[in-house]
């Protein structure tokens, strides 16, 4: 009998388990500095709560500073964040509770599901909820309306201090036109701005039309509020605001129980108060334009509230002449076959000389849509997948752990002030040298700030591209090809079109791709 020697193992193997990545996400709702020193204290709680522990892996921290919780769309970093959640960088959330994530039941209950089905549970630290342990979705929504009732009752105060305000004329406006400066409340007239509102009422009523009106500033290189370019839609806000008269009305617009702006028809009250602040415009003059621009819109049939300016196709403002950068405008042409729908270059329209490309019609589009969709899906596997891979590849790690550096100094920054803040209190440090150093260190937290929205900034077009390639690739994997063009895709998965002949377009895709097609 063969003898067999037993070989001991003196180092047994251990599965190593995979850290789960643990992202957080605080907001403080006002810029004050109280708020933001709460938000320096959730930031540091966080991180050190996140890296204490073994089984979990810092995935970063995000958080919105100044911005109301009502809305999460109005929440950039939230928004971020979820978008790194679905580029599969994130596999645990917590929060302090349900009223920082959102105050705002639906959105709260979106957001929620929309991790829940990327297999990414929420834990809120102050109700004690994981919602990846939760057998129904009723306590959350039953906490959920206690916030959105919290917020509801907040806005209510707000409102009922801002009528009072509008009724004895003690508002302060929070929306300076053009044209104008505030101080201490009071609207003070800028010069040269004011020569230029001027011009825009002589210029309507010497009958010119807004859009010649817009160029004719742009050529000039006149610069609008912000620096912005002029638009039509700039020239007619200017000319129907009241403000130019020196007069005020109160409670143009107002906000509904979904946190949603509407324009006050009606609705609410509205409040007017003459001779507000000097006047740029006399009120004949400002009559006289309110009444051009009606009967021009009058003769053009157009009635206030029309849709005629609203984009009704999926192609309107999408499709680019590439030869000009102009977008292109739906016609109906004639032909001795009968009429047919067309986009056209409005360069070319208003002149042939400055752009030469010619129209195309919409049903070749359509057509070359539904042929490039077809590609794709026949052939994703040598598309999508490798440039999915690519995508990914170029991850944004590095920019991960130097905004995670930023932070940290950012915390680091926070904690010298309070240090600097208590020497002076007990007399060590004088006020002048206090100033001087709390100064330096404000000046570098901005800097800090200002290099972490940048690299967010980077990114969030990684993570989107990331994103909306694996939902072309998705769809691609999964559906028949299709028999004719499908409006909803195109709006899904498209950016805009590129018209580089009248035989040429390209489909510039949300994923970052753009796919050729002759017509």
Not at 216 to 242: D, F, Q, V
Not at 303 to 314: E, L, S, V
Not at 387 to 416: G, V, W
Request: proline share 2%; with cysteine.
């Amino acid at each position: 009998m063969k003898k067999v020697t037993k070989i001991e193992n003196n180092h047994p193997s251990k599965a190593v388990k995979k850290k789960i990545r643990v992202a957080a996400y605080c907001r403080v709702s006002t810029a004050s500095d109280a708020q933001l020193e709460s938000l320096e204290t959730q930031k540091s709680h966080y991180e050190s709560y996140i890296q204490s522990r073994e089984d979990w892996e810092f995935a970063g921290l995000y958080f919105d500073e100044g911005i109301t919780g009502t809305k999460a769309d109005k929440r950039p970093m939230l928004m971020q964040m979820i978008a790194d959640c679905k580029a599969k960088k994130i596999d645990f959330v917590i929060t302090k509770s349900i009223s920082r994530f959102s105050r705002n039941t639906t959105d709260c209950l979106e957001l929620v599901r929309t991790l829940l089905n990327l297999n990414i549970p929420v834990f809120f630290e102050k109700e004690n909820i994981n919602t990846g342990s939760m057998e129904s979705e009723l306590f959350l929504s039953i906490l959920s309306s206690m916030a959105e009732g919290e917020s509801a009752s907040i806005a209510e105060n707000n409102k009922w201090s801002i009528k009072k305000r509008f009724e004895n004329g003690t508002y302060k406006l929070g929306c300076v036109p053009y044209g104008y400066s505030v101080t201490d409340g009071i609207l003070e007239i800028i010069p040269e701005e004011a020569k230029v509102v001027k011009r825009i009422f002589s210029s309507l009523l010497g009958g010119k039309g807004t859009d010649a009106i817009a160029k004719e500033l742009n050529a000039e290189h006149i610069p609008a509020r912000k620096g912005n370019h002029w638009s039509p839609a700039t020239i007619r806000g200017i000319i129907a605001n009241e403000k130019y008269t020196g007069d005020c009305i109160f409670q143009k617009t107002y906000t509904d129980d979904n946190f949603n702006r509407h324009t006050n028809d009606g609705v609410l009250d509205q409040y007017y108060m003459a001779n507000h602040h000097e006047a740029i415009i006399s009120h004949e003059d400002f009559e006289a334009a309110a009444a051009l621009i009606e009967q021009r819109a009058a003769e053009k049939g157009i009635d206030k509230g029309n849709p005629k300016y609203q984009q009704r196709y999926a192609f309107s403002g999408k499709i680019i002449c590439h030869e000009c950068g102009n977008t292109f405008r739906r016609r109906i042409h004639s032909s001795t076959y009968g009429k047919y729908a067309a986009w056209c270059c409005n360069t070319h329209i208003e002149d042939t000389n400055k752009c030469s490309m010619l129209f195309i019609r919409d049903e070749d589009i359509k057509v070359a849509f539904a042929t490039v969709l077809n590609k794709l899906i026949y052939g994703h596997n040598l598309v999508l997948k490798p440039y999915l891979q690519a995508s990914k590849h170029n991850s944004n790690d590095a920019n991960i752990l130097r905004i995670q550096q930023l932070e940290s100094l950012l915390e680091q920054n926070a904690e010298q002030r309070e240090t600097l803040h208590k020497l002076m209190g007990q007399g060590y440090i004088d006020q002048i040298l206090y100033t001087q150093e709390n100064n330096a260190l404000l000046s570098q937290a901005d800097g800090y700030r200002q290099d972490i929205e940048v690299l967010n900034q980077f990114m969030s077009g990684s993570s989107t591209r990331i994103y909306e390639t694996e939902r072309l690739l998705h769809f691609c994997e999964h559906e028949d090809m299709l028999k004719e063009y499908d409006e909803n895709l195109f709006e899904i998965f498209v950016d805009h079109i590129e018209v580089y002949s009248r035989n040429e377009i390209g489909f510039v895709m949300k994923c970052g791709l753009t796919l050729k097609e002759m017509i």
